[in-house]
């Protein structure tokens, strides 16, 4: 069992400001995520890491969140400060991280304006040059997971994806990276970015896998060609060519792994998912 209530009380004296109140915040896949209001009128994000299988690596996950915070504390990415760290859970039975709250809310929906903002912040982050650098990427696109799925339309392409990564990783340029980037993860204010949240998977590694992963998210949410417009904005402003390798293995790790539950099931997302892994694969004839 998660105490909230001990957590809500942990994060008032940390602050020496009790809470008085508390709202969840959207998003959550991993966490409960609550914004804390103080009798001082000061306000806190709390993150509860309440969810399997995330829950049973908490202590790494919110340290990792936590030292990506203080690296990027001078930098110009908004990103938020770390308050407090339980990364062992004694407070409340979970890992818990407070943090500062960031002005702006999450899009709905992204405008070509947006996508150019987004690409640039990216940018932004893969320039920062934290030492020491933050542990090597994982792939998400795990063997397990390379299953031709029974929605596609076209089996061909999703073949010919795990062919690709049956074979060599392209050399890369080790980066900073959010890698969990996209436009889930991005507060606005009046069209401009004014926050990047959600740092548990900081780590190095090629830059093009951050972009992948912020197109995939894309694609599955707005179509394949916000997607493609964002990538394109981001070659321009990185000044670096498209590397299909890492898009494909972002766009293969939304498979789910054998008998676990996938993370969306919409009949209009998996066509969508399956439309932008069918248009990257093209992309490597």
Not at 19 to 40: C, D, K, Q, Y
Not at 47 to 52: C, D, G, K, N, P
Not at 146 to 175: C, H, I, K, Q
Not at 227 to 241: D, K, P, V
């Amino acid at each position: 069992m998660v105490d909230t209530d001990a957590a809500l009380e942990w994060a008032g004296s940390v602050l020496a400001s009790p809470v008085v109140a508390s709202e969840p915040l959207e998003g959550g896949l991993t966490s409960t995520m609550r914004a804390l209001r103080h009798t001082s009128g000061s306000e806190s994000v709390l993150r509860l890491m309440t969810e399997q299988p995330w829950r049973d690596h908490g202590a790494e996950l919110t340290t990792r969140e936590r030292d990506a915070h203080v690296t990027l504390a001078d930098n110009d990415v908004p990103a938020p400060h770390s308050l407090a760290l339980d990364a062992d859970g004694e407070i409340a039975g979970a890992a818990a991280h407070l943090m500062s709250r960031l002005p702006g809310v999450p899009a709905r929906t992204v405008s070509a304006s947006m996508l150019t903002a987004m690409a640039d912040m990216l940018v932004r982050i893969h320039l920062h040059r934290p030492d020491p650098p933050f542990r090597l990427f994982q792939s998400w696109a795990w063997e397990d997971k390379w299953v031709t799925p029974p929605w596609t339309r076209d089996p061909r392409s999703w073949e010919r994806a795990f062919r690709l990564l049956a074979g060599p990783e392209p050399t890369y340029e080790p980066t900073f990276l959010h890698r969990d980037f996209s436009h889930r993860n991005l507060l606005w204010t009046d069209g401009a970015i004014t926050g990047v949240v959600d740092w548990v998977e900081t780590s190095t590694g090629p830059a093009w896998l951050d972009a992948g992963h912020a197109a995939t998210n894309l694609a599955i949410s707005a179509g394949v060609e916000p997607a493609a417009r964002f990538l394109r904005r981001y070659a321009e402003a990185s000044g670096t060519a498209v590397q299909a390798h890492w898009l494909v293995m972002d766009a293969v790790g939304f498979l789910p792994p054998p008998g676990r539950r996938p993370m969306f099931d919409h009949p209009d997302q998996l066509a969508r998912l399956d439309a932008w892994l069918e248009l990257l694969v093209r992309e490597l004839r």
